[in-house]
């Protein structure tokens, strides 16, 4: 019989760490059934479906449908709906990625079931507990049973909490498994033509932490700088609805009058604009990774990061998240002031297929040639 693994997505950042392991998984087709939960965080059409066509992700076996909610009710109703999936389709490895809600909940629901669980992106540290992503790691690390890690960090974080060495397996990072899978497809791709930006002269933002939208003098502040950053170069920023709803309850719509503001993208699209970027400013967690694998220039406006190797080695410089400290961040740009960086090890579009071996051998005791 084939040993069945669910894998869970929920948020955005979820697809593009699973697509490489579901291709991953599909070479072993004869001895793993690999089948996606969706538990249903995002649904947005822009923050979930465009991007199961792109990653090329088979339908969800299942889709939980829980939406949004307080991080309780969010937490509790995934719990809710992944329990009956879990006795109904008894997995042999629940497979949980990165540090959403989605992430913990069915980790949760999966080992109190006695259902082994990986966790993929394990390690990860920002040490700053007010991120309710920090919460999810830690909780998630401390009860699953195997961790996939995506840089040296977070071996050592894990040792530190008391991990046992022969459950913690360094094995690159998926995510840049999918950047490396779609990266023709986005040089070719003509958002810069649809948008009239020239390579070079257009910064690309992001910003969605409740620390930097939630607060109306906080999301004023950053706006303010975006608006003078438009001055110099044009300033593409796709909204996350957070940002969204956030920019229309404080009524700060005004400030992006010279802002090319835009929906959520797909992912082909946003990386297309990410790889002829002048430099990028954020605070997500992923552009971090993807950023350092182009070697473009990254602003986090953030006070810390839990991929450290990207300030390391990569092109990544955290920015208080405070006006005067983004404007001088800039102007350092502006002159010219720039770091090259390097590829972090592993991070070589292979790591899914080092996960899919590990599982099977490892986690499942099927042979593998
Ligand atoms: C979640 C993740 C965050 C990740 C981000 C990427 C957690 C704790 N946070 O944050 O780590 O970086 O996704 O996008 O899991 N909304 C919509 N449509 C959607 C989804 C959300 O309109 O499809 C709105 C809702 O009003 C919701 C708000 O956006 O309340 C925030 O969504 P939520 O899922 O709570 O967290 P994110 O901020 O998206």
Redesign the pocket.
């Known amino acids: 019989m084939k040993a069945r693994i669910l894998s869970v997505v929920?948020?955005?950042?979820n697809y593009m760490k699973v697509a490489p392991l579901h291709r991953a998984f599909a070479r072993y087709n004869c001895q793993v059934e690999h089948l996606i939960v969706h538990t249903g965080?995002?649904?947005?059409a822009e923050?979930?479906e465009i991007f199961f066509a792109e990653l090329e992700l088979p339908e969800p076996a299942v889709f939980l449908g829980v939406g949004?909610?307080t991080?309780a009710q969010?937490t509790a109703r995934i719990m809710l709906a992944f329990e009956p999936v879990c006795l109904e389709m008894r997995p042999r490895l629940v497979v949980v990625v990165?540090?959403?809600?989605?992430?913990l909940a069915c980790a949760l629901t999966a080992v109190k079931l006695g259902i082994p669980v990986a966790h993929v992106e394990a390690g990860l540290r920002s040490f700053d507990r007010t991120m309710?992503?920090e919460i999810?790691r830690i909780a998630t690390d401390a009860i699953a049973d195997y961790f996939f890690v995506t840089e040296p960090s977070g071996v050592e974080n894990l040792r530190r909490e008391g991990v046992p060495a022969e459950r913690i397996f360094l094995v690159g990072n998926p995510m840049i498994d999918s950047l490396v899978h779609a990266l023709p497809k986005a040089r070719q791709h003509r958002i810069r033509e649809q948008l009239g930006v020239r390579p070079g002269q257009y910064v690309v933002v992001t910003l969605?932490?409740?620390s930097n939208v939630d607060h109306p003098e906080q999301l004023r502040g950053l706006l303010e700088v975006l608006a003078e950053l438009a001055q110099w170069r044009t300033v593409v920023f796709p909204l996350?609805?957070?940002t969204q709803?956030a920019i229309e309850r404080f009524g700060l719509r005004d400030y992006l009058r010279h802002i090319c503001a835009l929906p959520p993208l797909g992912y082909v699209e946003f990386l297309a604009l990410m790889v002829e970027a002048d430099f990028v400013l954020t605070d997500?967690?992923g552009i971090q990774e993807e950023t350092t694998y182009l070697g473009i220039p990254c602003l986090t406006l953030r006070t810390t990061t839990e991929r450290p190797i990207t300030c390391q080695l990569g092109t990544n410089q955290l920015v208080r998240p405070e006006p005067d400290a983004v404007r001088a961040a800039i102007d350092a740009l502006r002159r010219g002031e720039r770091r090259s960086g390097q590829v972090p090890p592993l991070w070589d579009g292979h790591a899914a297929e080092r996960i899919a071996q590990i599982v099977l051998h490892h986690c499942l005791g099927v042979a593998v040639e």
Do not use: C
Request: aromatic residues 4%.
């Open positions: 929920g948020a955005r950042p965080q995002h649904y947005d923050m979930s949004s909610g991080h969010q990165g540090d959403v809600n989605s992430t309710p992503e999810n969605h932490r409740p996350h609805p957070r709803q997500s967690g």
